[in-house]
């Protein structure tokens, strides 16, 4: 069961052999074996993950949701917001367009701050934002933007969102167990990410820690049956982990195996380690082929880089794509409005000798160059 390439995409991404070999098994959704065995320890480990560097408050909770990593922010975001409530989104990227985007789906009122894609959203705009409109109850913010692999400063922005005493929403989706969130300190009300990303599960669920307080003030405001975080969270809550309606049996097995190779490795700590040395790698790698970062260095994240197409007219992505593929690496299109670029993922079953393979394998297909090189013959 061999696969033909390696996923450099954040999102389905590479798994391992052993996270894969668990969906060979059949559960039954309301015995105990499946709800204490696999879905509560889930829970579990998963608040562990996120408190356990934080002044511990045991004051959150897990709540586990059907659907992409994009289910468990519509959830979060249509549970949590009042009728009369207002939600403020930092944008610098497509994930944070897209929490808008689901505000106005539902009809909740929104107001955004927009930088440029390579931005940070000034903390300036963000205190004078809050101070002049006072409708506002809710912030959400995107962690790592995965449209360019920038990692916004959470850290910068949280205590502004709660000296204003606003919710905090984080969509963290691609950087949760990558690297070190301070859930509990940081105050963030709702953390939102999904199976397949840095936890390196298949695809099919997604999750959201938040506050306990919070989950409870969300009963009756969803704007969606299905995704009620609210009765998501109390049905699970009340009967040992069963889900609300089917559950993904064999992701939610696949998950709790990818959990437990994440704590083999070493927890998140170790994790981070390890993209850090895939993105280092690559990166030196790229830049000593003459690719350019979109995104610079310092506000870049470890798990998506971003590179600037070559400046030849014989560049083409597809053609790109397709070379990589037949040796065994996919990447990814860019995704940035104003620079035409591509992306490469870093996270997954992948390490630093993958990405030393993938250079070699792009350095034997530098077509773009042929006409310099026929140039230079010629000349
Ligand atoms: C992957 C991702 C999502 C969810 O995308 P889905 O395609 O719905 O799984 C949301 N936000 C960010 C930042 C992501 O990287």
């Known amino acids: 069961m061999n696969n033909p390439y390696l996923l450099l995409t954040p999102g389905p991404l590479s798994t391992s052999a052993t ?64 009728a009369d409530g207002k939600l403020l989104v930092l944008i610098n990227g497509a994930y944070g367009q897209r929490i808008a985007e689901i505000a106005e789906y539902l009809n909740i009122a929104v107001v955004t701050l927009v930088v440029a894609e390579h931005e940070w959203v000034s903390t300036v705009a963000l205190t004078e934002m809050l101070a002049s409109d006072a409708d506002i109850t809710h912030v959400a913010m995107v962690h790592c933007e995965t449209t360019s692999g920038i990692l916004n400063p959470i850290e910068r922005y949280a205590p502004i969102v709660k000296a204003a005493g606003k919710v905090l929403l984080v969509d963290a989706m691609s950087s949760f ?45 969803a704007r969606s049956l299905s995704l009620d975080l609210f009765c998501q969270w109390k049905t699970m809550e009340d009967n040992n982990g069963k889900w609300r309606f089917t559950s993904p049996t064999h992701v939610v097995r696949a998950f709790q195996q990818a959990l437990t190779e994440l ?25 000593a082929q003459d690719f350019q970062c979109v995104v610079e260095v310092e506000k870049q994240s470890p798990f998506i880089s971003t590179f600037v197409y070559p400046d030849s007219e014989l560049f083409d992505f597809k053609k790109l794509y397709d070379c990589l593929k037949e040796e065994g690496f996919v990447i990814y299109p860019g995704k940035v409005t104003a620079t035409p670029c591509f992306r490469i993922g870093h996270i997954g079953e992948v390490y630093p000798e993958d990405m030393q393979r993938l250079l070699t394998a792009l350095a034997k297909h530098r077509f773009w160059e042929q006409e310099d090189a026929l140039e230079n013959v010629s000349a």
């Not at 998963?46 to 959830?75: K, P, R």
């Not at 167990?177 to 963030?188: E, M, N, R, Y």
């Not at 695809?203 to 003030?217: D, Q, T």
């Not at 981070?272 to 690559?282: G, V």
């Open 19 to 82: 996270v894969k070999q668990t969906m060979l098994r059949d559960w039954c959704t309301w015995d105990d074996d499946y709800n204490l065995g696999v879905v509560q320890p889930i829970r579990q480990q998963l608040l562990d993950m996120a408190l356990a560097t934080s002044n511990c408050d045991t004051a959150y909770s897990t709540v586990l949701m059907q659907g992409s990593g994009t289910f468990a922010v519509e959830s979060a975001i249509g549970s949590a917001i009042p």
């Open 177 to 221: 167990a990558g690297i070190d969130i301070k859930v509990a300190d940081l105050g963030i009300d709702f953390l939102i990410s999904s199976a397949n990303k840095c936890i390196q599960g298949v695809p099919g669920m997604g999750f959201v820690i938040a506050k306990r307080s919070e989950l409870l003030l969300c009963e009756g405001r």
């Open 263 to 287: 704590v083999l490795e070493g927890g998140i700590e170790a994790r981070a380690i390890r993209y850090a040395a895939n993105h280092q790698t690559l990166i030196k790698g790229m830049q």
